[in-house]
């Protein structure tokens, strides 16, 4: 295995100097801030000192950049990347730390494997962006551990972009532990370009007065596949947890949402609400499992599974929409 | 009455599964008019607001919608909606992740800032408050009713049909309510108002009662409020939501009268 361990305990060097130094890296990370912008990712903040990010393309570590109390290591495998992301206690990080994650080969395997712990007390969000623009024959996985330490707050949101071929499979697993009193929120999203295959397993176990919020957001057309697996345990007394799940699919896509929540202590409470909008012919299937192992837990679930409500749609074509229009803005806006 | 003729509804009848919600249909509406539809729970007045907008299930099997002069009974939602016909819904639908000011921009041919804020305004919403806000179950029905009501506003619409306006507000929003109407007939929009508070009467041009599927009397306000309040209140479980049984035999005209002398 070719690897190579980096730590990062200062800023980088700027950008401008390492173009200088080496045409080919700067060519990459050309390549790849464009890719990223194509994602909704901002690159000039990827240039800005008193943003924690790093940029990953391929196996290659582009650039990384660290502030005070976020330490980030990285090591390039053979086909993919390390990372391991430490936030040291207490540690309040005013903007979101970005990550690039992304390809711009059109064929090839990018793997992912990442540790995030997020000290006791600590607060801090990340803000990813995973751009494939020109998949055609491209396989995307991802491996994460998460341990969220007492009291302590992340908020994780990633957004994809695939290009619309479709040759592309993202296949990310989560598995994440929060202390008492932690707090995770994450959110994914994959509404732009086509999805190809998605296989999302995220499972989390929450500790004692802990929560967890899942959002996942999916647009598939043509034949893609989504299949969600979300898996909340609600370990701790008075732990909490919301799976929140809006789904788009028409042409021949298939989606497949199965979300778990168990409610095994004392006031506990889990909740699962999933949408899924179906045109043409499409296929959506949600699965809802609701496991309470504590007489004073509770666990509830709502699913909506469909055509867009005929109300919805008049009430957008009264205003002058055609039918299409009218669908399309009911789909952006629930996904947006 | 004066003015030309911009709505004209004649001897409608729609089916719905069960029974005829609309019986025989004669409307007419005049450009800038503030006409009010006074009824009671199941008198039909919701089913032709639908009718006249074309939701589907609302099609009818006899009669005709004239549209400043043109046929458009056979037209979809989005054609009536191009021609300037529009509905605020009586309990209005919500739409996650749509914000306020772009929801009230889908309906105006040059989305302005200006007119949507004018528009919040204009139904006692501050707009630095609501602009950025969706229009989702974060409102409460009463905030909803008030988006609606400035979408149709926003719109400019030639015809407005605003569907119990009145109901699932405060007291206090009632006379937001009235204002916001005489503005849009100030600004050249003719106003349907389906309503059964029959002081909301007060602020019309004309007035129709409709009873068991059909529109039974056409005047003018005060006598449609005079004709509403004594006549049809006293009676709400006998006229509304029953259907006219056909085989009884008789008119409409003569189930109200008959309703009268109980």
């Known amino acids: ?336 | 009455m004066s003015g030309d003729i911009l709505l004209q509804v004649k001897n409608v009848w729609v089916p719905r599964p069960g029974a005829d919600v609309l019986r025989g249909v004669n409307l007419t509406v005049r450009v800038s008019e503030i006409h009010v539809l006074l009824g009671l729970n199941g008198s039909g007045k919701t089913s032709l607001a639908l009718t006249l907008i074309g939701s589907e299930g609302y099609i009818p099997t006899q009669g005709h919608i004239l549209f400043d002069g043109e046929e458009i009974t056979s037209l979809s939602v989005t054609e009536r909606a191009r021609r300037g016909l529009t509905l605020a819904w009586q309990e209005p639908a919500r739409f996650e992740g749509l914000h306020i000011a772009d929801y009230l921009a889908l309906g105006m041919q040059s989305p302005k800032r200006e007119r949507i804020e004018e528009a919040l305004r204009a139904v006692a919403l501050a707009p630095q408050a609501y602009m950025g806000r969706t229009v989702d179950g974060t409102l409460s029905g009463g905030e909803r009713k008030r988006i609606e009501l400035a979408a149709v506003y926003a719109m400019r619409p030639r015809l407005a049909i605003l569907d119990e306006p009145d109901s699932g507000v405060d007291v206090l929003c009632i006379s937001d309510i009235i204002a916001l109407v005489q503005r849009m007939s100030q600004e050249g929009t003719s106003v349907l108002m389906i309503t059964h508070r029959d002081e909301m009467a007060d602020v019309a041009d004309a007035a129709s009662l409709m009873c068991g599927g059909t529109v039974v009397q056409t005047g003018t306000p005060a006598e449609m409020r005079v004709y509403f309040a004594q006549r049809c209140r006293p009676h709400e479980n006998l006229l509304g939501s029953q259907p006219w049984d056909e085989k009884a035999g008789g008119t409409y005209q003569q189930v109200v009268t008959e309703g009268i002398r109980v």
């Open chain 1, 1 to 336: 295995m070719n690897a190579n361990t980096n730590t990062h305990t200062t800023a980088r060097v700027s950008s401008s100097v390492l173009a200088a130094q080496n045409p080919a890296w700067a060519r990459e990370f050309q390549a790849i801030l464009k890719a990223y912008e194509q994602a909704g990712g901002r690159p000039d903040i990827l240039r800005t000192p008193r943003v924690a990010s790093a940029v990953i393309s391929g196996n290659q570590v582009l650039a990384v950049n660290m502030v005070e109390g976020v330490n980030i290591e990285t090591e390039e495998l053979a086909q993919g990347v390390r990372a391991r992301i430490t936030v040291a206690p207490g540690t309040k990080v005013a903007y979101p730390v970005h990550l690039c994650f992304g390809m711009t080969a059109e064929k090839g395997l990018q793997e992912i494997l990442s540790e995030f712990n997020i000290g006791e007390g600590a607060e801090i969000g990340f803000l990813a962006h995973c751009t494939f623009p020109n998949a055609v024959n491209l396989q995307h996985v991802m491996n994460a551990q998460i341990h969220i330490g007492p009291g302590a707050t992340m908020r994780y949101r990633e957004g994809h972009y695939h290009g619309q071929t479709g040759g592309i499979e993202v296949l990310p697993t989560t598995h994440a532990q929060i202390d008492e009193g932690g707090q995770l929120e994450s959110e994914f999203n994959l509404v732009h370009g086509r999805v190809g295959r998605l296989s999302i397993e995220f499972e989390v176990d929450v500790g004692a007065s802990g929560i967890v919020e899942l959002s996942t957001k999916a647009y598939g057309s043509e034949d893609d596949t989504i299949h969600i697996n979300e898996i909340v345990r609600l370990n701790g007394e008075k732990a909490r947890g919301l799976t929140k799940t809006r789904v788009a699919v028409r042409d021949r896509a298939v989606s497949e949402v199965y979300t778990t929540a168990e409610g095994n202590a004392p006031h506990s409470i889990g909740h699962m609400d999933c949408t899924e909008i179906v045109r043409g012919q499409a296929v959506a299937r949600n699965v809802p499992i609701v496991v309470v192992r504590n007489d004073r837990a509770r666990i509830t679930h709502e699913a909506a599974i469909g055509s867009v409500g005929r109300k919805e749609l008049e009430t957008l074509m009264a205003r002058g929409l055609n039918e299409e229009e009218a669908v399309d803005i009911i789909i952006r806006g629930m996904l947006g």
